[in-house]
């Protein structure tokens, strides 16, 4: 067999690899969208470097848009086969895709309306529609954890909790061929250990080539205490001393919700100030249910809270915003307050109107929550610039940018050289280190090799290797 790293190669989004056993059968390892490639001015329909109507079965780990997003371009230009996903990332990736696709489809007529006519037919359209999204969720076949799925007799798929996000799923592979077992693994995106919400990544064992994400392979987090004590402070610092308003960013899947679940620990302490919380996001409002759903999965501090309070993320003074009437009343509260809104690198969505109304007050504290791609508002909000442009308009910089890590749901370096330590410690033969600038899988392959674990590879963008 051989597998074909088509995204997420020496970058962090756009995951997608291929597995193709001698028999010709190809399964796709998720099918991400390249955010890199989408900043790109050439970005086009044209996104498949494969024939899509060759894939066999596609194996999702994970409803994140950078795994998932691509999945109904793929159904568009010919794959006719099965998405395998656990329960939990079928529900939540089918918010993410109808967001998606109609953001695609938003983005497309602005465009459309302020390009000149004669080069209207130049201006991209949308990757998929809604009906294509519709399809693709028809395609979804769920898999629980820890239960081995039979494709054929020589092929066995088998998903194992990466605690990076409700549902996430490491990929288990199990091949037979000319009478010669082999064991694939894919993360997917790990999670951190002792995260809010959901369970810690477990290790697979019996793995002969481990292909794995290194998104922090060279970080450690900066964080030491607690989500709700690192919560707490800002919320002193900003609403309370000052009486400002506490802005912050977050992705509406998993973000958001560990975030109002501290908050909730907080206010169940006594501990949360008597002031209004805002979640400004349809699609957390949307998710946030899917996490009430499959109390099943959460980790031992979750379920134990929801036995308590019968809710994870319901409390006095808190207020879901979902429709643009009372988005655009938020925009004019000025009591000290709390507003967390996507999306999280600040590109789009609500919260650039909220950093916008909040960005020339000093009394305001914009609280950058998670991982900001290099070229993002998010980035450059936290490179120090004394005057930032959003959408069109230059605004100074008069708020507070504050970033925490607190709240990553990625491992850091440590963690990282853990896993792969546990797992090669199993007799792993090969480490193909993915998901990563090249920096934090370059610092991450030498610490591997360091320790012994000689076989890393640092695969590229469309490289294939013999298995």
């Known amino acids: 067999m051989k597998v074909t790293f088509w995204g997420a190669a020496r970058q962090v989004t756009g995951s997608m690899h291929m597995l193709t056993l001698d028999n010709g059968y190809k399964i796709l390892i998720d099918c991400g969208m390249d955010y890199e490639l989408k900043r790109n001015p050439v970005y086009t329909e044209n996104i498949f470097p494969f024939n899509p109507a060759d894939i066999d079965v596609v194996v999702l780990t994970h409803a994140h848009i950078d795994h998932s997003g691509n999945l109904p371009a793929l159904i568009y230009n010919g794959f006719r086969g099965s998405v395998l996903c656990t329960p939990a990332t079928a529900d939540l990736t089918k918010f993410l895709l109808y967001d998606s696709a109609n953001i695609q489809l938003g983005d497309y007529k602005k465009n459309l309306a302020h390009a000149r006519k004669s080069r209207r037919d130049m201006v991209p359209k949308p ?8 399809e693709t969720t028809e395609r979804f076949v769920t898999l629980n954890f820890n239960n081995p799925f039979k494709i054929t007799e020589e092929l066995t798929i088998t998903m194992i909790e990466a605690g990076h996000l409700l549902g996430a799923a490491s990929v288990k592979i199990d091949i037979t061929e000319n009478g010669k077992a082999k064991s694939i693994g894919f993360t997917g995106d790990l999670g951190r250990r002792n995260s809010k919400l959901v369970r810690d990544p477990e290790i697979m064992t019996g793995i002969d ?16 205490r607690d989500a709700e004590s690192e919560l707490a402070e800002y919320i002193q610092n900003t609403c309370v001393a000052v009486r400002g308003r506490l802005v912050i960013p977050a992705f509406s899947v998993g973000r958001t919700q560990s975030i109002v679940f501290t908050l909730h620990q907080l206010k169940m302490k006594g501990l949360l100030p008597d002031i209004k919380v805002f979640v400004d996001s349809p699609l957390a409002i949307r998710s946030t249910a899917v996490y009430e759903k499959y109390e099943n999965l959460l980790n031992e501090e979750a379920a134990n809270f929801h036995k308590a309070y019968g809710s994870l993320f319901e409390f006095e003074n808190l207020k879901y915003i979902d429709d643009s009437a009372h988005h655009d009343e938020l925009l004019y509260h000025y009591d000290p307050c709390i507003i967390i809104s996507a999306a999280g690198m600040v590109e ?3 919260i650039q109107e909220h950093v916008m109304n909040n960005i020339e007050n000093p009394f305001s504290t914009i609280l950058i929550a998670g991982f900001c791609a290099e070229g993002t508002l998010g980035h450059r909000l936290l490179s120090g610039q004394s005057t930032i442009s ?3 308009k230059d605004r100074k910089v008069l708020a507070k940018i504050a970033s925490t890590d607190v ?3 990625h491992p850091d370096s440590d963690q990282v050289f853990d896993y792969v330590k546990q797992t090669c410690d199993r007799g792993t033969k090969k480490v193909f ?7 934090q899988l370059l610092f991450m392959q030498k610490r591997l090799n360091e320790a012994g674990i000689k076989d890393v590879e640092l695969p590229m963008q469309k490289q294939e290797f013999i298995l």
């Open 407 to 409: 709240f990553s749901s």
């Open 390 to 392: 959003i959408k069109g």
């Open 348 to 350: 789009g969505g609500r």
């Open 127 to 134: 990757l998929y529609s809604i009906k294509q999204v519709k």
């Open 433 to 439: 280190l993915v998901h990563g600038e090249e920096e």
């Open 209 to 224: 080539y481990l292909v794995t994400e290194s998104t922090y392979g060279g970080r450690k987090h900066k964080i030491t």
